[in-house]
């Protein structure tokens, strides 16, 4: 005989409807949890959870299924040739991401060793952020193993790289400067965006953390935001515990997207690689181009490096350009872009430009421009999807357009 169920008013009905029926099937993609708090069968399972004494969720702003299910993912494509586990740890963004890294590795008195082309959010969070709070920052060139083995102090917590600098594209030797910060006790955290698990794997080279934004490869359709850390259990800990504190959490819709986009990187990756290949060896023999920066030609500075620390001769999916003409060409080039827009960020399947001390650099004096080797007509071109000799064409209408500078 069936439960009789009790008599309540509609408005208590619609509130608490049956519990939908189980899903005995194995679904292709992973659910979307959306909820911002649980319920608990007791008391007792309630308190064992906020002590941790057992595993699950309680608040949607400490933890999320499908925010942990993306992390988990991304830890998994980190984890290759690495001795012991790896856990992830997501953020609503990467800079988030990053934050978190150093309020739980560093603090008052500690010293951090950067790069001097680092991008410029993270430039803006090392020199006009947490400087106020008593870090100290040395910026450097990470590909000079000596600037960095001078740079580093008793006070050193962290050396911090970029797998491929943003715009420059330079390629530290990360074999090295892991040596360098272990032999310090400090960690090597390399900040691994623009590379991405499908082209190289910092842990795998002696990293100790790696974080990326995941905004952009990751997601690939510029429909979401996020940021993600990875590494080794223990420190991941104190990660979540800068994340929970400061309430960086990743929300589960951009979670779920960016979920979903890692199932599509390697194939995304490997074409706009390859048209980035193509691009950079075409913008070589244009005579508007003072300089082209892409690892992939044996020219750039990091070639042999990229080659050794990089998957499959593949070397990123950015190419930036240095005009003739300053930055008056720079904007002249991108106002006469066609298929090509002016965009924020990158990693998306469209092609986009930017102008890089304009925008992503804006953070860094004229001289740390210098510096960084980021000149006044320097454009950063974020490859997409879209057919390579289309994207050179439009390229070549651009540059015939600033003919007049780099014509006199």
């Known amino acids: 005989m069936a439960a009789v169920r009790p008599r309540t008013a509609p408005a208590t009905r619609a509130v608490h409807p049956p519990d939908p029926p189980p899903v005995l099937q194995r679904s292709p993609t992973p659910p979307l949890h959306r909820a911002t708090s649980y319920l608990f069968e007791s008391m007792a399972e309630s308190l064992d959870l906020r002590a941790g004494r057992r595993s699950g969720y309680v608040y949607g702003r400490i933890d999320n299924p499908t925010a942990d299910a993306f992390a988990t993912a991304v830890a998994e494509m980190e984890a290759v040739n690495v001795a012991g586990p790896v856990e992830g740890q997501a ?48 910026f450097v060139d990470p590909t000079d193993p000596e600037a960095v083995r001078a740079a580093i102090r008793p006070e050193t917590r962290v050396v911090f790289a970029e797998t491929l600098a943003n715009p420059t594209l330079a390629v530290p030797e990360l074999p090295v400067l892991a040596e360098l910060a272990h032999a310090a006790g400090a960690l090597l955290v390399v900040d691994s965006t623009l590379a991405t698990p499908v082209l190289c794997r910092p842990l795998e080279h002696g990293a100790d953390l790696v974080v990326h934004s995941a905004t952009k490869y990751f997601g690939g359709h510029s429909d979401a935001v996020g940021g993600v850390v990875v590494g080794r259990p223990e420190l991941i800990r104190e990660v979540r515990a800068a994340r929970v ?58 070639h042999d490096r990229a080659s050794r620390l990089f998957d499959d001769e593949r070397f990123g999916a950015i190419v930036t350009l240095t005009l003739r003409g300053g930055k008056e060409a720079g904007s002249v080039f991108l106002d006469s872009l066609g298929l090509v827009a002016i965009g924020t960020s990158l990693g998306g399947v469209s092609t986009v430009a930017q102008h890089v001390a304009s925008t992503t650099h804006r953070q860094l004096d004229p001289q740390a421009l210098a510096e960084a080797g980021i000149g006044a007509g320097t454009v950063r071109l974020s490859i997409g999807l879209e057919d390579p000799a289309d994207l050179v064409e439009d390229l070549h209408r651009a540059l015939w357009a600033i003919r007049g500078f780099w014509r006199l």
């Open 245 to 302: 504190a400061t309430g960086g959490v990743l929300a589960p819709d951009p979670a779920y997207l960016l979920r979903r986009g890692l199932s599509t990187l390697p194939l995304r990756m490997a074409r706009q690689c390859a048209t980035a290949a193509t691009i950079a060896d075409a913008m070589t023999r244009h005579d508007a181009v003072l300089r082209v920066d892409y690892p992939g030609l044996g020219t750039h500075p990091s």
């Open 91 to 138: 953020f609503n963004s990467g800079m988030a991401a990053i934050t978190a890294v150093m309020l739980a590795v560093t603090g008052a008195g500690a010293h951090v060793v950067a790069p001097r082309d680092a991008y410029g959010g993270t430039y803006g969070l090392l020199d006009g952020v947490l400087s106020r709070f008593g870090l100290a920052v040395d």
